[in-house]
């Protein structure tokens, strides 16, 4: 075997043990609040596919195709039998799934466990080839450190953890950006051009806002158009378009073959993706609520404050490391001579920086919510350049004091700057998405589900726990797959009833009542009820970094006069 092809599985292996472990380690300790939604729509995805029922396989307008399979893969590896038991398809708003599956000796935990196993492996290859083709780019330190820092910052590892699509859409994208970067700037095989076509196909089978890789694919191939080189400046437009084509050729093809819906309703399936994703974007809203698309509704969300939060985002959730090395990162775009970077270092930080801007854009501007996940995307861009100016800094150094080179010393600090990243982040541990940056902001609840697998830990420890019944709040997976008894979900649909009806009736056949502090104690539609309780004192609350996550009642504690307020509200 060559020397450079050890080196390059030795560099596999390393940046695999740097992040394997911090993804799979307790994987299965939390559910978030979007996971059962796709835990269900994954499980209905495998029933379509075994039932050859292949128009049943569009769920949303995301349209997560690659987060159905994974949770087929998971199917498959745990209860395969699944698809032979005629039970149809489940709703995803209804907890009937988890109802069957403990009917038939198994857990939707483990389910989750195993998908998500599966969803880390292709995680873990995607960022593997990131290294290859970022090495190829910018060098071997620097691309090493840009995968390393990225794959371990708190916000991509808590989210590269959870069934919900970003953290695969975010690895696709940076695959099939730095493919292209490579085709078009380093090395023009038609490999890497392929590469990068089916990894924008498969960004596109995982969520529709991928398409925002489109203008920067172009804007790479028209500079490359016009870059200096033996050929005629018609041969390289033609060349260009020719690229181009091939790109989206391949995006579809992929993007087809692994879409069985495609096969039988291709109008429908497109509809389905685009026109949602339109109508929420330009409509505040999905189809189903708008009705259609009506242009003269189109709006757009044009406010600074909007980017300028998104931007925020990034630095309330990044390390100290990941914003100084964006720092370094910006001065050797500015200020770094070309003879000593090698390579298209400049333009390669640069198409990081504006794919991360792209998304800080869409998401600062489009109507509909506003949830930072949306632009984990941002994250890994800014990390991966982050990385880079970390590794130049090194290369740097090591030009000016040789002696780094001879005692493996620039190697080491390298590993020692991953290892500064790991350790801003392990203390989190399971819920590294709630990460704050510490500098810049204040601890405060995240309120995506985490905190509610402890309330059920601690009531299925009680003596007949399997018997009981308990009304939680977000209740439905974060609760649910941890806890032996019966779940009621408390919707927050409820809380604007007058009177209360539907809170009332299921608290008088529940066990222990379970808020969710975390999003309640900020939110309009609690503030009655939590008034009211307010006279009683909970059973239990659970606290993570200093601030309250869930509180439990117990009903028989509740006493007549709080269900009279509830009726007079």
């Known amino acids: 075997m060559k020397s450079e092809t050890i080196k390059l599985l030795a560099v596999f292996a390393l940046l695999a043990a740097l992040i394997l472990p911090t993804h799979l380690v307790g994987i299965d300790k939390v559910v978030t609040i979007d996971e059962p939604w796709w835990v269900i729509s994954g499980s209905n995805y495998y029933y379509a596919l075994t039932h050859r029922d292949f128009a049943n396989t569009i769920y949303d307008y995301h349209p997560a195709v690659t987060t159905t399979w994974v949770v087929t893969a998971g199917m498959l590896s745990y209860f395969p039998e699944y698809r032979g038991f005629g039970q149809g398809y489940f709703d995803v708003r209804k907890p009937h799934f988890e109802e069957f599956l403990r009917d038939h000796g198994r857990e939707a935990i483990e389910l989750v466990r195993n998908s998500r196993w599966v969803q880390t492996a292709i995680i873990l290859v995607l960022l593997l080839a990131?290294?290859?083709?970022?090495?190829?780019?910018v060098g071997k330190t620097p691309a090493f450190l840009g995968i390393a820092l990225a794959a371990n910052a708190p916000f991509f590892l808590g989210q590269s953890r959870l069934l919900n699509h970003e953290a695969m859409l975010a690895s696709f994208m940076l695959a099939s950006l730095l493919g292209m970067q490579v085709y078009v700037n380093k090395d023009r095989r038609p490999a890497y051009l392929l590469v990068s076509g089916a990894a924008f196909g498969l960004a596109q089978l995982t969520k529709s806002s991928?398409?925002?890789?489109l203008p920067l694919v172009g804007l790479m191939l028209l500079i490359g158009m016009f870059k200096p080189g033996a050929e005629t400046v018609r041969h390289r437009i033609w060349d260009g378009i020719r690229s181009l084509a091939i790109w989206i050729l391949v995006a579809g093809i992929v993007f087809?073959?692994?879409?069985?819906?495609?096969?039988?309703?291709p109008g429908r399936m497109l509809y389905e993706?685009?026109?949602?994703?339109?109508?929420?974007?330009?409509?505040?809203?999905?189809l189903d609520v708008t009705g259609d698309l009506q242009p003269s509704n189109f709006d757009l969300a044009f406010n600074f404050a909007g980017k300028r939060s998104y931007a925020m985002i990034w630095i309330f959730l990044s390390t100290?490391?990941?914003?100084?090395?964006?720092?370094?990162?910006?001065?050797?775009?500015?200020?770094?001579?070309?003879?000593?970077?090698?390579?298209?270092?400049?333009s390669t930080i640069l198409y990081l920086l504006l794919q991360a801007a792209l998304f800080i854009l869409l998401f600062g501007i489009a109507r509909g919510r506003d949830t930072s996940h949306y632009?984990?995307?941002?994250?890994?861009?800014?990390?991966?350049?982050?990385?880079?100016?970390w590794g130049h800094l090194l290369m740097w150094l090591r030009d000016r004091w040789n002696f780094l080179d001879r005692l493996y010393l620039k190697e080491l600090l390298a590993l020692v700057l991953a290892g500064v990243q790991i350790a801003y982040t392990v203390p989190h541990f399971p819920y590294y998405l709630t990460y704050k940056n510490s500098l810049v902001t204040s601890v405060s609840a995240y309120g995506y589900g985490e905190g509610l697998e402890l309330a059920a830990a601690y009531l299925a420890?009680?003596?007949?726990?399997?018997?009981?019944?308990?009304?939680?709040?977000?209740?439905m997976g974060t609760f649910s797959f941890f806890y032996p008894g019966e779940t009621d979900v408390l919707k927050k649909v409820y809380l604007r009833e007058p009177g209360m009806p539907s809170i009332i009736h299921d608290l008088e056949g529940a066990d222990y009542l379970v808020l969710y502090m975390a999003v309640q104690a900020n939110q309009p539609e609690s503030r009655s009820l939590l008034g009211i309780l307010e006279a009683v004192k909970p059973e239990k609350q659970i606290y993570l970094n200093g601030a309250e996550y869930v509180r439990i009642y117990k009903v028989s504690d509740i006493p007549a006069s709080a269900y009279e307020e509830m009726g007079k509200n």
């Open 210 to 213: 991928s398409i925002l890789l």
């Open 461 to 475: 420890d009680k003596p007949g726990a399997a018997g009981s019944r308990c009304y939680v709040y977000s209740g």
């Open 256 to 265: 087809v073959a692994l879409w069985p819906g495609m096969w039988v309703a």
């Open 130 to 137: 990131g290294w290859f083709l970022l090495q190829l780019l």
């Open 273 to 286: 993706i685009y026109g949602n994703a339109f109508s929420y974007a330009f409509q505040g809203a999905r």
């Open 320 to 346: 100290t490391i990941s914003w100084l090395g964006l720092i370094l990162a910006a001065v050797f775009l500015v200020f770094g001579r070309q003879e000593r970077l090698g390579g298209p270092v400049r």
């Open 375 to 389: 632009i984990l995307t941002s994250f890994v861009c800014l990390d991966v350049a982050a990385g880079i100016g």
